[in-house]
């Protein structure tokens, strides 16, 4: 993950917790972990990522004293992601890997060809927790999508696969 790169060098247990914050946009306050206004445990943590409490709670000391990581790790935030509930709230989905996720226009491209077939976009989000080979784009859409717009979004530029539940 490049935002946590060389910064646990050394501690392979304290990158993989940190590797679990950032995915889960756990933020770090005063070497506390919260998901929203929610503390959350060491040894939950723990248990998540399969090391011993201590570990979390050093590297939730370490986050917090050391200014560069407190910087990041103080903004995350956890966000709803409509895309596993999609069908039981009438909605669904599509899941867009990018050939090359730093290519621009790959959401414009997509929400055009929704825009042209009368589709409302409910949400849209990038996951990416900083590796680009595991990007995805999700996007939530009222209703379901008629077959003859998957052709068209298939032929997007910058899209490599796309999976609609």
């Known amino acids: 993950m490049d935002i946590l790169e060389g910064r646990f060098a ?32 060491d040894s939950a943590i723990g248990r998540a990522c399969g ?3 201590r570990v979390v709670r050093a590297t939730l000391e370490r ?13 995350l935030r956890c966000t ?9 709230i009438g909605c669904s989905s599509i ?7 730093t290519m621009p226009g790959i959401l414009a491209d997509i929400t055009s060809v929704l825009y042209r077939a009368g589709i409302s976009v409910r949400q849209a989000m990038v996951d990416d927790t ?8 999700l996007v939530v859409v009222y209703g379901k999508i008629p077959s ?12 490599s696969s796309i999976l609609i539940k």
């Open 10 to 41: 050394g501690y392979p247990s304290q990158e993989k917790v940190a590797s679990l914050l950032v995915e889960n946009g756990i933020r770090v306050s005063d070497g506390k972990a919260y998901c929203g206004a929610v503390e959350l445990g």
């Open 63 to 75: 986050i917090s004293s050391t200014p560069s990581l407190d910087t990041i790790f103080s903004k």
């Open 95 to 101: 899941v867009i890997t990018p050939t090359d996720s």
């Open 148 to 159: 003859d717009v998957i052709p068209e979004l298939r032929a997007c530029r910058g899209v």
């Open 51 to 53: 090391v011993d409490r």
């Open 130 to 137: 900083g590796n680009n080979d595991a990007a995805v784009l």
């Open 80 to 88: 709803l992601s409509m895309a596993d509930l999609a069908p039981e």
